[in-house]
């Protein structure tokens, strides 16, 4: 499919959905990090024409990031008349509930918690706008590995991209006139003190990540399944204990 094909899928397929649903939002609210994912959804909700809400969340967020996000969300809003970009300091709330919680320390649980700080402020601003929030997530994040914070990044409202691969998604950015830096930059969640990106954490870039999805005979097919099943929890449905009433 051509690029151009695809962005005007996901850019009707937003729209449609705001017309169609019941609640009938009045507005998109994206969160932005720096990186090529939510660049390209925050572009694409804007493209809709309807009310775009682009929250920057840095929390002790390494400079190159955070002055990837703030440039994004500058040119979003020089770009569009219907663009709102805001940047709000949690970095406080985010230092008060882990001194809260200092007795029970986990790095990877304070990471997450980041995420699921910025979840709750995109719900917020959603409420008091009559939006939704717009996922940011991709088909080998969401669907392959399960790279995300469960009601972190995970938790959102429609996922506009989460059938589109991470090459599928740099194309859109192209097409669409994200910044190359942008563009060019190592993939990070930016929930880490010490900036390490996705291929760090992962262990596996997405250009490999996606061959070995797409093919069983991939020398990186074990790979992927180890990384995969580890965070299965995250992407089946939530165990129910289930009666059988007779």
């Keep these: 499919m051509k ?6 899928i996901i850019k009707k397929w937003i729209d449609d959905y705001c017309k169609n649903t019941s609640y009938s939002p009045k507005s998109l ?3 932005i990090s720096g990186g090529i994912d939510s660049s390209v959804v925050s572009t694409l909700c804007a493209l809709t024409g309807r009310k775009t809400i682009v929250l920057s969340m840095p929390i002790k967020q ?15 809003k020089s770009k569009f008349n219907n663009v709102e970009f805001k940047l709000i300091e949690i970095e406080k709330i985010f230092n008060s509930f882990k001194e ?11 990471a997450n918690s980041r995420a699921r700080l910025r979840m709750a402020t995109l719900y917020q601003v959603a409420a008091s706008n009559s939006g939704i929030v717009v996922g940011t997530g991709n088909k080998v994040e969401d669907f392959g590995v399960g790279f995300y914070t469960k009601y972190g ?18 194309e859109l950015g192209k097409f669409l006139g994200v910044s190359k830096e942008i563009i060019e930059a190592k993939p990070t969640d930016g929930l880490w003190d010490d900036g390490r990106n996705d291929e760090k954490q992962l262990g596996m ?13 991939d020398p990186n097919y074990a790979k992927y399944l180890e990384i995969r099943n580890k965070n299965l929890h995250k992407m089946n449905p939530i165990p129910v204990c289930k009666f059988n009433d007779e």
């Design 62 to 76: 390494i400079k190159t990031q955070h002055d990837l996000s703030l440039k994004h969300g500058e040119w979003l």
């Design 29 to 31: 609210v994206v969160g």
């Design 205 to 217: 870039s997405y250009q490999d990540l996606e061959k070995a999805m797409l093919n069983k005979n």
């Design 153 to 170: 990044d995970g938790g959102v409202d429609i996922s506009p991209i989460a059938d589109c691969n991470k090459t599928q998604v740099w």
């Design 100 to 110: 809260t919680l200092k007795d029970f320390n986990n790095e990877h649980g304070l």
């Design 3 to 8: 690029v151009e094909k695809r962005a005007e």
